[in-house]
C-alpha cells in the first residue's frame, strides 16, 4: 500500500503530529466538551446503555446520521468509557489518513 519513500514520510510525520496532539489535549476533551458531542457522543453511549440514540437532555435523536455514533460506540462497548479515548483516536486517524491516502 505505502510503496514510495515520499509516503512512508507523510505517514510518519502524520502519526507524530497526531500522537503530540493526543497526549498534549486534557482528558475528556475529545469527546465531552466537543462542538459536536451533543450530537455524536451522547447518542453513542445512550446507544450502548438504552439501545437507542438519545441526546444528552434524554430527547430522542432525530436528526444526523447515527453511523458515526455506532462507530464511536463500539470502542466504548469494548474498553468501557474511561479506555476507550485512544482506541475512538487511533480509529478517527485511520480514517483520516486512508481518506486522505485514497484521494
Known amino acids: 500500500m505505502i510503496n514510495n519513500t515520499s509516503d512512508k514520510i507523510l505517514l510518519a510525520v502524520f502519526v507524530i503530529i497526531n500522537s503530540i496532539l493526543y497526549f498534549l489535549s486534557y482528558d475528556g476533551s475529545t469527546f465531552i466538551e466537543a462542538a459536536d458531542a451533543s450530537q455524536y457522543?451522547?447518542?453513542?453511549?445512550?446507544?450502548?446503555?438504552?439501545?437507542?440514540?438519545?441526546?444528552?437532555?434524554?430527547?430522542?435523536?432525530?436528526?444526523?446520521?447515527?453511523?458515526?455514533?455506532?462507530?464511536?460506540?463500539?470502542?466504548?462497548?469494548?474498553?468501557?468509557?474511561?479506555?476507550?479515548?485512544?482506541?475512538?483516536?487511533?480509529m478517527q486517524c485511520t480514517l483520516l489518513y486512508l481518506t486522505g491516502f485514497l484521494l
Do not use: H, M, Q, R
Open 41 to 90: 457522543y451522547a447518542p453513542a453511549l445512550s446507544f450502548i446503555e438504552n439501545g437507542e440514540f438519545l441526546s444528552f437532555d434524554g430527547k430522542p435523536l432525530t436528526f444526523g446520521p447515527p453511523l458515526y455514533s455506532i462507530f464511536i460506540a463500539i470502542p466504548i462497548f469494548t474498553f468501557g468509557i474511561d479506555e476507550s479515548a485512544a482506541a475512538i483516536v487511533f
